[in-house]
């Protein structure tokens, strides 16, 4: 198909000219950034700061990375894992539609080990990817958790990372009906396990709004959102950089090219891919259309990740840079990291959007402080005499 062709080729450049910047990178050195911790003192803090060190590590990017457009597509066309290898499965719901979850197949030389082999209780890490992302563009976070000894899994918003569309329905990122499914699916599975949740870009969008709509009901034992969009109005969308726009916008209409054939029923495929030129109308011709809401307001008033915080009963730990040109810097809600002790935030002065890379190849910064956050919090609940099974 000419228009799919004519998308690949558009990414194709711009996947070329990141890299040749970023190649760059190994002429010049590193350079600390010391991160730094806001959130009200608990114990769980004083157990992640003082115990488990959770800010020993300083970001330390090489000169030609602490720009935050490089940075940030460089964390958008990152080069996936060779070895990395995923078994997909698809969780029916309810004759409603299907949603694909990857399960990472484990290096066998991290299984050798064995504190780190899997056994029927280890605990499951549970990937929310970004706006366009895949099993792949988060290998790196699943590697390291298989490492740990987590048994990990990345779950896929209908029709996103090639999986197939069983009906005529794409969930936006706003709706968490999904992961409730598919968390009541895994633990079915694999009962009285330790879930936790990380979230990258949009994913974090998905995470947060579970988080916030089950509450106290959550299936999940802790959270990780890297680069959140806290406000998911039009001042996003207004802000995101018109060049990185183009890039999401190319991969979703890839997407609803794809499904072409089953979407039509249900919106104007041709305004979606030929007359959406910014994520504001894409929303409008898609989602809008898809969930029935007449009006901008309505779907980012469902859509934001924020509407239930105050029913989060997990810990959450955010990671932020703050020239991160997406999710911007004066859109943080720092009093509620100061006022809810389950709500953590940890900011560096560079890194980007979803990115946080110290060098070409490996995982990023966030990635690392994300695991090490989820270990020291599977610590402090396994060792509370509030946790029962």
Known sequence: DIKIVMLQIMEAVFSLVSHFMVLLQTLVGNHDIVPKLHCRESALSKHLVKRCGLLRR???PPSLLRNSYIQTFLGYFSMPLIDTEFDREYLDINNKGAVAIDWFRRDPSTCQLRKNSLRKNSPIALIFPRLTGDAASVGHVCKLASGKGYRTAVINRRGHGDSLLTTPKLTSTGDPSDTKHVLEYILRKYPYVIVVGIGYGAG????????????????????????????????????????????VLINLKKMIIRYSEALHKIIDVNAAVFKSWNLRDFDYQVYCKMYGLEDFETFWEHNDPMRDVDDNSVPVLCINSLDDPVSRQNNIPYDLFRFYPNLLLVTVDKGGHCAFHESFKGASWADILAMDYISGVVEFILNSRFWYR
Do not use: Q, W
């Not at 709004?209 to 109005?233: H, M, Q, R, T, W």
């Open 204 to 247: 974090c969008a998905t995470l947060l709004s579970y988080l916030g709509e089950y509450g106290s009901s959550s299936l999940l034992k802790a959270g990780v959102c890297i680069s959140p969009s806290y406000d998911n109005s039009e001042v996003l969308s207004r802000e995101i950089p018109k060049f990185y726009e183009l890039l």
């Open 58 to 60: 300083p970001y330390r």
